[in-house]
Nanobody, 125 residues
């Protein structure tokens, strides 16, 4: 079992930056994959990025490549999502999710059994 708590969401203007944090507890050792998803009103949940906490390997969906960076601080058991050059279309609830004892899988919600409560990101034009 793992508990995930997101933070860092806020309202910013287009072109601005935010850093989201996902703090994990209850499963501090062993391989896991941590992902960020987002969901805008009326839209399906979309995978944004993931990181293999053992290898450090990362993946990004095309719409955020070059703008978002996922990273980890193993000492704090925390994964970050640095979001730069934000656009209004990045507006969504952002969720942290995890799969344990396994490699990263495709960014589909059904591949990640553990979820945080979400943090809201709003980007105004």
């Amino acid at each position: 079992q793992v508990q995930l708590v997101e933070s860092g969401g806020d309202s910013v203007q287009a072109g601005g930056s935010l850093r989201l944090s996902c703090a994990a507890s209850g499963y501090t050792y062993g391989r896991k994959c941590v992902a960020w998803f987002r969901q805008a009103p009326g839209k399906e949940r979309e995978g944004v990025s993931n990181i293999d906490t053992n290898s450090g390997g990362t993946y990004y969906t095309d719409s955020v490549k070059g703008r978002f960076t996922i990273s980890q601080d193993n000492a704090k058991n925390t994964v970050y999502l640095q979001m730069n050059s934000l656009k209004p279309e990045d507006t969504a609830m952002y969720y942290c999710a995890a799969r344990l004892r396994n490699y990263c899988a495709a960014l589909r919600p059904e591949n990640y059994p553990y979820w945080g409560q979400g943090t809201q990101v709003t980007v105004s034009s």
